[in-house]
């Protein structure tokens, strides 16, 4: 399976962005993590298959949105109220498994990241 990630770009603090991933075949389980410069890549956010189980980081708690659409074989993550420390390469990930995964090592499937850059 490949992913392709895009949406990224900069937006000025308050604003918001939507991240969208494109799979090739199809997932399950899958998530967002993002690596700001210097820093480990971290957990964003995950979502199951059929979509009703989420879960976030507590950074984004109210502020991001994770979603797919099955059909579409498309993840998306949409970014409210960005702030400057937001700033980082996201990624998509996705699982050959359907739960909630919070940690690098239980994804199979990665895309290229796309950066977001959010301006004080």
């Known amino acids: 399976v490949q992913l392709q990630a895009s949406g990224g770009g900069l937006v000025q603090a308050g604003g918001s962005l939507r991240l969208s991933c494109a799979a090739s075949?199809?997932?399950?389980?899958m998530g967002w993590f993002q690596q700001a410069p210097g820093k480990e890549r971290e957990f964003v956010a995950a979502i199951n298959w059929s979509g009703d189980k989420t879960d976030y980081a507590d950074s984004v708690k109210g502020r991001f949105t994770i979603s797919r659409d099955n059909a579409r074989r498309t993840l998306y993550l949409q970014m409210n109220s960005l702030k400057p420390e937001d700033t980082a390469v996201y990624y998509c990930?996705?699982?050959?498994?359907?739960?909630?995964?919070?940690?690098?090592?239980?994804?199979?499937?990665w895309g290229q990241g796309t950066q977001v850059t959010v301006s004080s």
């Open positions: 990930a996705a699982s050959r498994y359907s739960s909630i995964y919070h940690t690098e090592t239980q994804y199979d499937y």
């Open positions: 075949g199809r997932t399950y389980a």
